[in-house]
């Protein structure tokens, strides 16, 4: 593993948010998302929309959702690892108003983790079974690209541009060219 | 707390080790109205209710089980 610099590393993650924000500012947001630096580990970040040092969720055009995006990255050599995501769409500001999310974990948080690492919870019902919102469904990492793509194709998100799907499909290829799993 | 802008124009935030601290503290109380200590004792023991939105959200930014932390049940 390549060694680098606490500046090359803080390049390497300011260039990271930079990406997200671009591709959010790009298609259905004027949020930015904000980059924390981990006072304890120079190459571990928090990312996310942060109002009054609270994460909050994104503004959205073309309804009254809300996009919830969290990443916890690493910098290994000259790239950003993710270490774990929260994607959540919420109806309002609150995460108790969730409807899908979007979760990772690289390494389980515990021996005893049954789940995927990526996976899926859809807040709802069976008709006979009851709740599915506790079901892991399993997912392989999902870019925040595909994410957006769902939200404009099925939940009435306004893309600010007729490109919206050039400009994802654009961004996934990087995300496929630097994932390292 | 130091913030900084990074070229594309976002916030870039440096937080002492305390400010860090009182940041994930603020956090954990708002969404579970418990320590992150408590927070990472419960989790670990399989108390916490896995439908809740902010409990994935909280492991990952206690980094609870990342890099080789103690992911002991």
Not at chain 1, 54 to 64: R, Y
Request: hydrophobic share 35%; aromatic share 8%.
């Amino acid at each position: 593993m390549a060694k680098t610099g606490k500046p090359q590393k803080r390049r390497a993650a300011q260039a990271f948010v930079d990406h997200l924000n671009s591709v959010l500012n790009g298609t259905v947001s004027d949020s930015r998302l904000s980059l924390i630096s981990l006072p304890f580990d120079e190459a571990a970040f928090d990312v996310a929309r942060l109002v009054e040092s609270v994460p909050v969720p994104l503004d959205v055009f073309g309804g009254p959702l809300r996009l919830f995006v969290r990443q916890m990255i690493t910098v290994v050599g000259d790239h950003c690892q993710t270490e774990a995501y929260s994607y959540r769409l919420q109806t309002e500001e609150t995460p108790g108003s969730w409807l899908i999310r979007w979760e990772y974990n690289r390494d389980p948080p515990r021996r005893d983790y049954p789940y995927p690492p990526a996976h899926l919870h859809v807040n709802g019902e069976f008709e006979d079974l009851g709740s599915m919102a506790r079901l892991h469904l399993p997912t392989r990492r999902v870019p925040l690209e595909l994410v957006i793509w769902h939200l404009i194709a099925e939940w009435g998100l306004t893309a600010k541009t007729n490109d919206w799907q050039a400009i994802l499909r654009e961004s996934i290829k990087g995300f496929d060219q630097r994932r390292t799993d | 707390m130091n913030v900084t802008k990074t070229p594309g124009g976002a916030d870039f935030i440096e937080m002492t080790p305390e400010e860090y601290a009182e940041y994930v503290e603020r956090q954990v109380q708002r969404a579970l109205g418990m320590s992150s200590t408590e927070f990472r004792r419960a989790y670990l023991a399989g108390e916490l209710d896995e439908a809740n939105p902010s409990v994935s959200e909280l492991v990952g930014l206690l980094r609870i089980g990342q890099n080789g932390q103690a992911s002991e049940a």
